[in-house]
C-alpha cells in the first residue's frame, strides 16, 4: 500500500506564498498530482505531474502562479504557491496515479492513493 505524507499547508494572507510537500512511500508513481476540495465543493485538480517529469497540468485558475516540481531520488514531489488568493482556501491532498489508466489527467478516479490533506487558508 502507497501511503503518501503531506506537509506545509497554513495560513497566509492574499499575495503572500507556500510551499507544499508530499513524499510517497515509493517511486513506482506514473504521475503525481494535488487536489484541493473547498466547502460545499467537488475535489479538484490543482496540478499534475509525470514520473518522468515530461508533462504537467494546471488548472486555469492557479496557471502561472503555482508550480508542481519533484525530487524523484526523495520520492518528493512540492507545490509551489504563489500570489495566492482567498479562493485558493481549501484542504489540499496529495494523490498517485500507480497505473496510467483509470480517468483524464484531472479526474479523481484516476488516482489509487491519496494524503491525508492539509489546510491551506488565504485572508484576504
Known amino acids: 500500500q502507497v501511503r503518501l505524507m503531506e506537509s506545509g499547508g497554513g495560513s497566509v494572507q492574499a499575495g503572500g506564498s507556500l510551499k507544499l510537500s508530499c513524499t510517497a512511500s515509493t517511486n513506482a508513481t506514473y504521475a503525481m498530482g494535488w487536489f484541493r476540495q473547498a466547502p460545499g465543493k467537488e475535489r479538484e485538480a490543482v496540478a499534475i505531474?509525470?514520473?518522468?517529469?515530461?508533462?504537467?497540468f494546471y488548472t486555469n485558475s492557479v496557471r502561472g502562479r503555482f508550480t508542481i516540481s519533484q525530487d524523484t531520488a526523495k520520492n518528493t514531489h512540492y507545490l509551489q504557491m504563489d500570489n495566492l488568493t482567498p479562493e485558493d482556501t481549501a484542504i489540499y491532498y496529495c494523490a498517485a496515479d500507480l497505473t496510467g489508466y483509470g480517468g483524464a489527467w484531472n479526474e479523481p478516479r484516476r488516482y489509487d492513493a491519496w494524503g491525508q490533506g492539509t489546510q491551506v487558508t488565504v485572508s484576504s
Open positions: 505531474i509525470t514520473g518522468t517529469g515530461a508533462y504537467t
